[in-house]
T-cell receptor
Framework: GAVVSQHPSWVICKSGTSVKIECRSLDFQATTMFWYRQFPKQSLMLMATSNEGSKATYEQGVEKDKFLINHASLTLSTLTVTSAHPEDSSFYIC??????????????FGPGTRLLVL | KQEVTQIPAALSVPEGENLVLNCSFTDSAIYNLQWFRQDPGKGLTSLLLIQSSQREQTSGRLNASLDKSSGRSTLYIAASQPGDSATYLCAVEAGAGSYQLTFGKGTKLSVIP
């Protein structure tokens, strides 16, 4: 099956620093990728939809200036958490759409990135 | 706003037992429903996808049913094994073309050898 990778898998940073998380589709091209966040014992929440070559679409309540998304190629989307604070500590998961046409497209998920802000 | 609820939050069963996980959603206008498996600290693996027009899907020991009108889905696992231990997530997609998933909090399953 299709593979989506994320890097890094684990990151610890100091409060106030910025952290970049990469999401790559390894064996397929993905025009659309999604970024989710999962707090402990909570459900995955969609943060934003990343479209190659255009601006990301953010869900209500997600600050676009804090969570910068760049989808510069068909295999890479990046999420940058700017000026991270302890409340941003979470598990960030991306997914990528593979396929052409509504009937065949499948969403594949990455392994996630655990962010701890001290 | 769509809300997805999964019951129970946690479940512990002896190996070999059959079990049922429940999922309910508040808005029946869904495009499809998926069941995922999430292992600790890892991403999601899609187990079964049921289109809104379908009633059930089967894969091996797994069977998922969908009753869209009542906003319910169940995941049936037959002859459970220790390797089935994981968190099972239910997610619904609203509207054709959105691809945006609303997840439940999951059911943490432990299968005791």
């Amino acid at each position: 099956g299709a593979v989506v990778s994320q890097h890094p898998s684990w990151v610890i940073c100091k409060s106030g620093t910025s952290v970049k998380i990469e999401c790559r589709s390894l064996d397929f091209q993905a025009t659309t990728m999604f970024w989710y966040r999962q707090f402990p014992k909570q459900s995955l929440m969609l943060m934003a939809t990343s479209n190659e070559g255009s601006k990301a679409t953010y869900e209500q309540g997600v600050e676009k200036d804090k969570f910068l998304i760049n989808h510069a190629s068909l295999t890479l989307s990046t999420l940058t958490v700017t000026s991270a604070h302890p409340e941003d500590s979470s598990f960030y998961i991306c997914s990528a759409l593979q396929g052409a046409g509504r009937a065949t497209e499948t969403q594949y998920f990455g392994p996630g990135t655990r962010l701890l802000v001290l | 706003k769509q809300e997805v609820t999964q019951i129970p939050a946690a479940l512990s069963v002896p190996e070999g037992e059959n079990l049922v996980l429940n999922c309910s959603f508040t808005d029946s206008a869904i495009y499809n429903l998926q069941w995922f498996r999430q292992d600790p600290g890892k991403g999601l693996t899609s187990l079964l996808l049921i289109q809104s027009s379908q009633r059930e899907q089967t894969s091996g020991r797994l069977n998922a049913s969908l009753d869209k009108s009542s906003g319910r889905s169940t995941l049936y696992i037959a002859a459970s094994q220790p390797g089935d231990s994981a968190t099972y997530l239910c997610a619904v997609e609203a509207g054709a073309g959105s691809y945006q998933l609303t997840f439940g909090k999951g059911t943490k399953l432990s299968v005791i050898p």
